[in-house]
T-cell receptor, first 116, second 115 residues
């Protein structure tokens, strides 16, 4: 079991550019989650998938954000026209799901985004 | 909606001593889970311990245990025999009911362990 992996680990971009992050969940985990964490704060939920279906999106997820999980395995999170306020750590987590008993989430190392 | 509050921004403990981190939560759900996660500096979030709300018995994992007071909506974490490697940001989180699927986190408590 290799754990949740995320790529890249760090991304520096200029304001207005598009960026895409990738998350590979733990094998056989059906659920995949994206969170955003700013410095010194707890993570905030962005969106989650059950297999390839996107089940919920937070109001934090503006129109510039889009997430996909096309084959129910890895997921991508794209941010278009980045703004300085998008600078944060983007965390991915996965769980067996559904069911509360199987919904313990395991986190990846995160992608730290810096928008200049 | 669920809310989680951690009122201690920072805590410190001497190595080998015991420390308790506080957490309160609010939920209208009857079925939910509570978690403590640990996030060392520049490292990934690690699950420390999990508590099912329907269980009266407090969860324990080696040196880590919780004091779950359901009526008071309190969920504190006790770390016994503290070690230098316990130094991290600790987050309390909940999931359940209509928010089932997404974790709601507290603001975190930074734990410093002094040798």
């Amino acid at each position: 079991d290799t754990g949740v992996s995320q790529d890249p680990r760090h991304k520096i971009t200029k304001r207005g550019q598009n960026v895409t992050f990738r998350c590979d969940p733990i094998s056989e985990h059906n659920r995949l989650y994206w969170y955003r964490q700013t410095l010194g704060q707890g993570p905030e939920f962005l969106t989650y998938f059950q297999n390839e279906a996107q089940l919920e999106k937070s109001r934090l997820l503006s129109d510039r954000f889009s997430a996909e999980r096309p084959k129910g395995s890895f997921s991508t999170l794209e941010i278009q026209r980045t703004e300085q306020g998008d600078s944060a750590m983007y965390l991915c987590a996965s769980s067996l799901g559904p069911g509360l008993n199987t919904d313990t989430q395991y986190f990846g190392p995160g992608t730290r985004l810096t928008v200049l | 909606a669920q809310t989680v509050t951690q009122s201690q921004p920072e805590m410190s403990v001497q190595e080998a001593e015991t420390v308790t981190l506080s957490c309160t939560y609010d939920t209208s759900e009857s079925d939910y889970y509570l978690f403590w996660y640990k996030q060392p500096p520049s490292r990934q979030m690690i699950l420390v311990i999990r508590q099912e709300a329907y269980k009266q018995q407090n969860a324990t994992e080696n040196r880590f245990s919780v004091n779950f007071q359901k009526a008071a909506k309190s969920f504190s974490l006790k770390i016994s025999d503290s070690q230098l490697g316990d130094a991290a940001m600790y987050f309390c989180a909940s999931v359940g009911g209509t928010s089932y699927g997404k974790l709601t986190f507290g603001q975190g408590t930074i734990l410093t362990v002094h040798p």
